[in-house]
């Protein structure tokens, strides 16, 4: 499959979720941005814009299975992995996998469940697999994870680690749409009587496989890479800025800026390509300082600044 090609199927994988989900076109892009590039997402939202809607209308228009764990208080490690179960009829133990093998997993709500709870996503979302008793089991492919939180809840939530955070590829939020937007929501759910939208599938999981493989074809010069690398550098210089982006994070930029040349039908990398998804890939690892966290000082506003600083590359298209 080559860049066009791949332009192509996105294009109708992005229409047939538009066709349920009302939000910003760009939104969605950098969802699927994060999934050409193996990456995970996460939604921060305020309830009932429509984050599970999206996650499960994207996993059936991928043709993927999909998977939705409620996380709460009382929630278990084992209850998202998996356990051993013992077997009476001959004596043994047999492995009952949790919810957490599909190929699109959605954890509605991480932020209420407890940090041990939390972390028996790490090794699923660095490795792509479980480990139980001892056991390592593989999970499917492809794999993601795609998790919500609100940040309207501060009382029986915990806030993810900056170990987990950095495990997510992309944050992003889908924002209230605008009053057209909202009178077509109504518009189409008085034309038909299911209570939620549905989709179709529009491609299957080899076709998903086949288009994670495209990215790695395209081009991104030597100006451009260094770009990536300076703004990744220049997040750990701001002084209000405690922790900046690591390598890892300089590293998941460079893999998502191919993967939107890809959605937008181009096999090479322009610097307003590192713009558009520098935010989303970058501001979620962001620690600020305490003097900072006092102000109001947000981890957008600062990467705004990074971005002004650093000059932009010329590069011949």
Same mark, same amino acid.
């Given at each position: 499959?080559?860049?066009?090609?791949?332009?192509?199927?996105?294009?109708?994988?992005?229409?047939?979720?538009?066709?349920?989900?009302?939000?910003?076109?760009?939104?969605?892009?950098?969802?699927?941005?994060?999934?050409?590039?193996?990456?995970?997402?996460?939604?921060?939202?305020?309830?009932?814009?429509?984050? &599970?809607?999206?996650?499960?209308?994207?996993?059936?228009?991928?043709?993927?299975?999909?998977?939705?764990?409620?996380?709460?208080?009382?929630?278990?490690?084992?209850?998202? &992995?998996?356990?051993?179960?013992?077997?009476?009829?001959?004596?043994?133990?047999?492995?009952?996998?949790?919810?957490?093998?599909?190929?699109?997993?959605?954890?509605?709500?991480?932020?209420?469940?407890?940090?041990?709870?939390?972390?028996?996503?790490?090794?699923?979302?660095?490795?792509?697999?479980?480990?139980?008793?001892?056991?390592?089991?593989?999970?499917?492919?492809?794999?993601?994870?795609?998790?919500?939180?609100?940040?309207?809840?501060?009382?029986?939530?915990?806030?993810?680690?900056?170990?987990?955070?950095?495990?997510?590829?992309?944050?992003?939020?889908?924002?209230?749409?605008?009053?057209?937007?909202?009178?077509?929501?109504?518009?189409?759910?008085?034309?038909?009587?299911?209570?939620?939208?549905?989709?179709?599938?529009?491609?299957?999981?080899?076709?998903?496989?086949?288009?994670?493989?495209?990215?790695?074809?395209? &081009?991104?010069?030597?100006?451009?890479?260094?770009?990536?690398?300076?703004?990744?550098?220049?997040?750990?210089?701001?002084?209000?800025?405690?922790?900046?982006?690591?390598?890892?994070?300089?590293?998941?930029?460079?893999?998502?800026?191919?993967?939107?040349?890809?959605?937008?039908?181009?096999?090479?990398?322009?610097?307003?390509?590192?713009?558009?998804?520098?935010?989303?890939?970058?501001?979620?690892?962001?620690?600020?300082?305490?003097?900072?966290?006092?102000?109001?000082?947000?981890?957008?506003?600062?990467?705004?600044?990074?971005?002004?600083?650093?000059?932009?590359?010329?590069?011949?298209?």
């Amino acid at each position: 499959m080559d860049v066009t090609d791949a332009a192509g199927e996105c294009t109708a994988v992005l229409d047939e979720v538009q066709s349920a989900v009302i939000t910003d076109r760009t939104f969605l892009e950098r969802v699927l941005t994060g999934i050409l590039a193996r990456g995970h997402v996460l939604f921060e939202d305020v309830p009932g814009v429509g984050k &599970t809607l999206t996650a499960r209308s994207l996993a059936t228009a991928l043709g993927l299975e999909f998977s939705r764990v409620q996380f709460t208080p009382d929630l278990l490690p084992s209850d998202v &992995t998996g356990t051993n179960v013992y077997n009476e009829g001959d004596g043994s133990f047999e492995f009952a996998e949790g919810p957490i093998f599909a190929n699109v997993v959605l954890a509605d709500e991480i932020n209420r469940a407890p940090p041990k709870t939390q972390a028996a996503l790490l090794e699923a979302m660095e490795e792509r697999q479980v480990t139980v008793d001892g056991e390592t089991y593989q999970l499917p492919e492809p794999f993601f994870v795609m998790a919500t939180q609100n940040p309207v809840e501060q009382e029986g939530t915990f806030a993810l680690p900056e170990a987990q955070r950095d495990r997510f590829m992309i944050k992003s939020s889908m924002g209230y749409p605008e009053r057209d937007g909202e009178l077509e929501l109504l518009d189409r759910r008085a034309s038909r009587t299911a209570q939620a939208p549905s989709v179709g599938p529009v491609v299957d999981p080899e076709t998903v496989r086949d288009l994670q493989q495209v990215p790695e074809s395209v &081009t991104v010069e030597r100006k451009v890479r260094e770009y990536v690398v300076d703004l990744g550098r220049a997040t750990r210089m701001d002084e209000r800025v405690e922790v900046g982006v690591s390598p890892r994070g300089i590293q998941r930029l460079f893999e998502a800026v191919r993967a939107y040349a890809t959605i937008a039908g181009r096999d090479y990398v322009v610097p307003d390509d590192v713009k558009q998804v520098a935010d989303a890939v970058f501001a979620h690892r962001l620690v600020l300082t305490a003097e900072s966290s006092v102000r109001s000082v947000s981890k957008r506003r600062v990467l705004e600044d990074v971005l002004d600083r650093v000059e932009v590359p010329t590069v011949d298209e």
